[in-house]
């Protein structure tokens, strides 16, 4: 379904400040996976969604996508197939336009937009349902302009206008990061529901241990650019926060003795 | 009442230049400095035409289109070129004041409605005057002053259907979130350009119609126009105090209306036309600043008051 092969960027190189933020990474998802993604700040998890997504050009390798070769497409045309729910909840709506449109802009993902009507009766009673479905209790108020909602009733609603257009590939980057407890619950709720409803391809980034123990089918962790762990079937199944915490105490420990032997060598031999 | 008359007109007509205004600065929230050139071109378009013996309505749907070409100018710069939208409509601007000097061939060309048929030669047959609430006005015009806010209306109505198309909406996304368009298959890029087309055309139909309407076209009728739309759009704004777009539309006609006629009594009052763009300029200042002004006063004076209550 999804296979990134050697993925390689370096962001402003040949400067002071250069980030390898990808170091050939190579990771292949089948189709129906929920795959959760994690590892510490600036360890390129994020960084390896955007490649996914099209927000920039790879420096090297490749990218596939429910067979087509994505490597050189523009980010709009990849949303064709990806649905998106970003970390910040003010990033996936419209403020000033009602629920009701940003759903209707939604619901035309990846197809042209033409000079027909954006709302019709028909698309209101179909929308209706979809937002009652969701139990938000919105469906009464698809008139009001959506920015003046809560953050996890924006986050909620951009999750259901990613899979409004059933997507080859769910993308979500650490889409509750940024809300309350209560509301993050939420989401996560209506995540699990709909992405095992529609059995969704969900490529998914966390910051919480909780989540990455809990959710999803498979779990990888990166760190400095590349995967450095891959778990899936019984052991994802059997996994537990503490578990996931004493591996990323392994992969610190292993990295400052990197960079202590990188130290040494350079003092003797330069 | 001619001088009310003659004010209502050109404030109707320049409601083309607030709808094109609100297009860009509102919707697509994009600083576009192309107007100046645009109603300009599109009056020169207009006059060109005419001159030739062009049928009126040709020569006016032209302008239209000149314009929108100028806008797409500007939007290929900004989209394609990656120059900063400020500077790709100034350069553009620039680039116009000598297209349309060629276009023109002179720098003022006087349309004659005797000599050719422009859009007012058709009001142009209806002579002697009328009765309105006790005063004489001139028949024709206040046939020119009815067709106008026909048109507009009409004009209006369709600029607030196309907001609900699904192109409409697009382009209003892409102005209000352009990373989650993006997201949902857009090319931005795109919509940016389509929206300057569109301002621009309109900017320039509303140039075309005013050499018509003021019988000449002039390279220099341009300078400043930006700001008058910006004011008549920021008059509306307040007037109708609302973000719906329907209001906004509106608005943006009873703001253009409201300004001529502001404009018309003060040059009445002795207010020396050299100095109109400058109060112009100072007015648009000054509207742009006193929302924030206004928003600070009261917690002050709430403040001054609580420490009078101990």
């Known amino acids: ?270 | 009442m001619i001088l009310l008359i003659g004010s209502l007109t050109i404030g109707l007509i320049l409601s083309l230049l607030a709808f094109g205004v609100l297009v860009t600065f509102r919707v697509l929230a994009f600083r576009d400095l192309t107007v100046d050139g645009s109603v300009a071109l599109g009056g020169a378009v207009t006059a060109a035409l005419l001159v030739h013996q062009v049928h009126p309505v040709v020569a006016t749907l032209a302008a239209f289109a000149a314009g929108a070409l100028a806008g797409t100018v500007t939007g290929l710069l900004h989209t394609r070129c990656q120059i900063n939208g400020l500077l790709a409509g100034i350069l553009v601007m620039t680039a116009l004041y000598s297209v349309n000097l060629h276009i023109l061939t002179k720098s003022n060309v006087p349309l004659d409605s005797e000599a050719m048929t422009t859009l007012i030669s058709y009001a142009g047959s209806a002579t002697g005057t009328m009765d309105l609430f006790g005063w004489q006005v001139p028949t024709r015009e206040l046939i020119v002053l009815s067709a106008s806010a026909v048109f507009i209306a009409l004009l209006g109505l369709g600029l607030h259907a196309f907001f609900q198309t699904q192109w409409g909406l697009a382009l209003r996304a892409t102005g209000d979130n352009a990373q989650m368009i993006r997201a949902l298959g857009v090319d931005v890029g795109w919509m940016q350009t389509g929206g300057l087309a569109l301002s621009n055309g309109l900017i320039a139909l509303g140039g075309g119609l005013l050499v018509q309407y003021q019988g000449f076209a002039d390279v220099q009728m341009g300078i400043g126009m930006v700001v008058w739309g910006l004011a008549s759009m920021i008059i509306g704004d307040s007037l109708v105090g609302t973000k719906q777009l329907g209001w906004l539309i509106t608005g943006a006609v009873m703001g253009s209306l409201l300004f001529r006629l502001l404009v018309a009594i003060a040059l009445r009052w002795g207010l020396n036309p050299n100095d109109l763009k400058l109060v112009t300029a100072a007015f648009v200042f000054v509207a742009l600043v006193l929302p924030e002004v206004l928003k600070h006063l009261p917690k002050r004076r709430r403040a001054a008051s609580e420490k009078g209550a101990i």
């Open chain 1, 1 to 270: 379904m999804l296979e990134l092969r050697d993925a390689t960027k370096t962001f402003l190189p040949g400067t002071a400040n250069e980030v390898r933020a990808l170091r050939g990474v190579s990771l292949r998802i089948e189709a129906g996976e929920f795959v959760v993604v994690i590892g510490t700040n600036g360890s390129g998890k994020s960084t390896l969604l955007n490649a996914v997504a099209g927000m920039f050009v790879l420096d090297e390798g490749r990218v596939e996508l429910a067979g087509h070769d994505v490597t050189r497409w523009a980010e709009h045309r990849r949303a064709k197939l990806i649905g998106r729910v970003f970390q910040n909840p003010f990033h996936g709506t419209a403020p000033s336009l009602t629920i009701l449109e940003n759903l209707a802009l939604a619901l035309r993902r990846g197809q042209t937009r033409g000079l027909g009507w954006a709302v019709s009766r028909r698309l209101h009673d179909e929308l209706r349902e979809r937002v009652r479905q969701m139990s938000l209790n919105l469906e009464d108020r698809l008139d009001t302009p959506i920015g003046s909602l809560s953050g996890g009733q924006r986050q909620s609603l951009t999750l259901l206008m990613a899979s409004l257009v059933k997507p080859q590939l769910l993308l979500l980057d650490e889409h509750t990061a940024a809300l309350d407890p209560k509301s993050a619950d939420q989401v996560i709720r209506l995540t699990e529901q709909i992405v095992r409803r529609d059995r969704l391809t969900t490529l998914m980034v966390t910051h919480s241990m909780h989540q990455a123990a809990n959710l999803g089918d498979r779990l990888v962790m990166m760190s400095n650019g590349q995967v450095v762990c891959d778990i899936a079937g019984s052991e994802k199944l059997s996994l537990r926060p503490e578990d996931l915490l004493a591996r990323f105490e392994d992969i610190r420990r292993a990295e400052l003795l990197d960079e202590t032997a990188a130290d040494m060598l350079l003092k003797s031999y330069v």
